[in-house]
C-alpha cells in the first residue's frame, strides 16, 4: 500500500482568483422566454440540466443563433467547468460537448482553466470537495434566496496540487462520472422506447392487430374514450402514516425529460401533496410544467407514502397502469391542454385541474393494457436497477473525492 502524501504534497488551499481567471455567464438577468425556444438550436443550459453531475443535454431546451447572439452573455465552450451559484448552489459539470459552444442560464458560472496549471478534470473534483462545498453553502446561503455572485467565489478556496497529482486525482474520480453518465443515457433510451410504444399504440392507434380491429366513431371495438378523471384519479386522497419525518420532493427534484427523481429528503410535517410508488408527479405552474417537469415515483419503500410541493399534480392509475399514466402525461396533447388552462398572474400561472375533464383518454381492452405493460414495466423496472447503480457510484464517488483530496488516499 502506497504511504500517504503529506497535506503540502497534495497542495494548499488556494483562492480560485488567485489560480485562474473566471469568465462567467452571469453578466444579467436576461433570459429567453418559452415562446424563444426551438426544435434544435444552441442548448441553453439550466440549473437543473447539471444535477445529475453531467449536463443533460437531452433536457435543455434550444435557442436559434440569433436568439443567442442578441443575449451576448454567457457562451461557454467544451472544456469549460460550470458551478450553478444562484437559487441552487454547487451543481458541477464538465462542458464535454458544444458546438461550437452553449448558452448559460445566469444561473451558473463557467471557469475555463489553463490546463498547463490546472486540469479541468480535476477542477470538478476539486468543487464536488465537502470542504469547497460547506464555504460555497455557507457564503451563498445568507440570503433569502441563495446566491454568492463572482466576487465571493474568487474568494473561495479550492486544493491546488501540482499538475501531476491532479491528473492521477481525476484518474481515478473520472471512471465514476463515466459510468454514471453510461447508465443516464440507457435510462433515456428505455424510456424513449417506452414512450414510442405508448405513441404508436394509443396515440397513432396502431397497436397488436389494429388492422383487423373494426372502430365506430374513431373508437376500436371494446376500447372505451372517456374523460381522464374517469380513468385517472387526480390529486387522490392518501393517508399519511405517523412519523415524525416522510421522504419529500421538492419542485427542484422532478426531471424535465426523464422519469427519475434524482433525490429526495426526509423532513418533519404532514403538509403538501401526499403520492406512493406508482404515481406520477406533474408540475402545475409556469415554467415548470413547459420545461417538462415530470417524474414516477418508485423510489418509496412498500406501503410507504411521501409528500411534496404543493406546485405539482398528483396523478395514479384508476382503470389503466402506471406506466400508462406516466407516458400519457408526456404527451405532447395532454401537456398542451394543461398549459392552455393556466390562469393566473404572469410568472405564476397554475393549471385547473378542471382541465382534466376535457382531456379524453382512449382505455384498451384489458387484454391489450395487459401485453402493453408486460412490454414497458422491465423497462420501468431496469430504469429504477440503473438509478439505484448511479446513487451507490455516486456515494462511492464522494467518498473518495475529500480522501483523495486531502492525501488520506494515494491516487
Known sequence: MKERYPLTSIGTLESVGAILGIQDGNHGERHPKVADYVEDGIAFVMAN???????DYDGCSRISEDQASRLRIGFSMAGDVLLTHKGTLGSVALVTEASPYIMLTPQVTYYRTDESKLLNRFLVYAFRDPRFQARLHAVGGQGTRPYIGVTAQRKLEIVNPPRDIQERIANVLSPYDELIDNNRRRMLLLEKTAKQIYQEWFVRLRFPGYEHTDRRNGVPNGWERVPAPSAVYVNPRTSLPEKEEHAFVEMSDLPVNSMVIQQTTKREGRSGSKFQ???T???RITPCLENGKTGFVDFLEEGE????????IVLRSRRLTPEFVYCMARSYDFRENAIKSMIGASGRQRVQETCFDK???FVPTDVL???FTDSVRPMFNQIRALRIINQRLRFSRDILTPKLMTGEIVA
Do not use: C, P, Q, W
Open 277 to 279: 410508488n406508482g404515481d
Open 281 to 283: 408527479l406533474f408540475a
Open 369 to 371: 393494457l395487459r401485453l
Open 359 to 361: 382531456f379524453f383518454v
Open 305 to 312: 407514502v411521501g409528500r411534496g410541493s404543493t406546485e405539482f
Open 49 to 55: 440540466n447539471l444535477s445529475t453531475g453531467v449536463i
